[in-house]
């Protein structure tokens, strides 16, 4: 999750907090079984999970880490473009909640 849709969640939630506070006839409690609040509350403490997977090595990390998946790719994907090495000539992928990264540019513009 972005970090704008993370921060815009955590508001919302916020705002539905103070809404039950001011309004006598409204408690938080009227919309603890609410789905869209339930749903936002799962988005905001959701962990992502990053993957690296190199081609005839396999996978190489898996966690939640985003600085460590980053330095990974770029190792790997740096090794990959070498004429020597275990990883030299495989290609390195970059999965980010189960779902590929198509390239080096999009790594960079996800992870930062």
């Known amino acids: 999750m972005s970090n704008e849709i993370k921060t815009a ?5 916020k705002e539905i907090d103070h809404l039950a506070r001011c309004q006598r006839n ?13 749903s936002l509350r799962n988005a905001v403490n959701r962990k992502i ?3 690296v997977i190199v081609g005839n090595i396999g996978n ?3 966690g939640e880490d985003k600085a ?11 090794q990959s473009k070498e004429k020597y090495g ?4 495989e290609p390195v992928f970059l999965m980010v909640d189960g779902e590929p990264i198509d390239s080096v540019d999009q790594v960079n513009v996800i992870l930062g």
Do not use: T
């Open 68 to 78: 460590e998946a980053l330095e990974n790719f770029r190792e790997y994907y740096a």
């Open 86 to 89: 275990r990883a030299a000539g």
């Open 60 to 62: 190489v990390y898996d």
């Open 9 to 13: 969640a955590e508001n919302l939630i």
């Open 26 to 38: 409204i408690s938080m409690e009227s919309f603890k079984d609410s789905h869209v609040v339930s």
């Open 49 to 51: 999970n990053y993957q």
